[in-house]
């Protein structure tokens, strides 16, 4: 009742009653966890919605909205350092090299693109000058 004039106040605003004001808040926790319930359920929708279209645009056009390379414009020498044990070249090391170059990906090799000096130099640079490092974890990798 605040700023109201008395004078012109009814007795209902003087005396609540309980019973009325429990089912006035009773409502509004109602409309409240209906809103909320609802909300959710559109979003659930949309997201689905969007999930589906994404889905159909990566069928039909080959277009993934996420497709991009982070590293654009960073001038990186290779797109992948290869680093395996020299001992799991064969077959597992050498088919994963030719996979990723099949795909057109520019891979740092160590037997092919190392420079003369210490082995590690080289592993560092190879990190640096590459924009994502993919190692074959193996038992002989783990050893050395």
């Not at 004001?21 to 689905?48: D, E, M, P, Q």
Request: hydrophobic residues 40%; glycine residues 4%.
């Amino acid at each position: 009742m605040y700023g109201r004039n008395v004078l012109k106040s009814t007795e209902e605003e003087f005396c609540v009653d309980p019973v009325k004001r429990a089912v006035k808040s009773y409502l509004n926790i109602i409309i409240s966890l209906a809103v909320s319930v609802s909300t959710v359920a559109l979003l659930v929708i949309v997201g689905l919605m969007f999930y589906k279209l994404r889905v159909k645009f990566y069928k039909k056009w080959k277009f993934h909205p996420f497709d991009r390379d982070e590293c654009v414009g960073e001038d990186m020498d290779y797109d992948v350092f290869l680093c395996f044990s020299s001992e799991d070249e064969n077959p597992h090391g050498i088919r994963i090299l030719e996979l990723l170059e099949s795909k057109g990906y520019r891979v740092c090799y160590h037997v092919r693109d190392f420079r003369a000096g210490l082995i590690l130099d080289n592993i560092i640079q190879s990190i640096q000058r590459s924009k994502r490092t993919v190692c074959l974890l193996s038992t002989n990798f783990v050893a050395r």
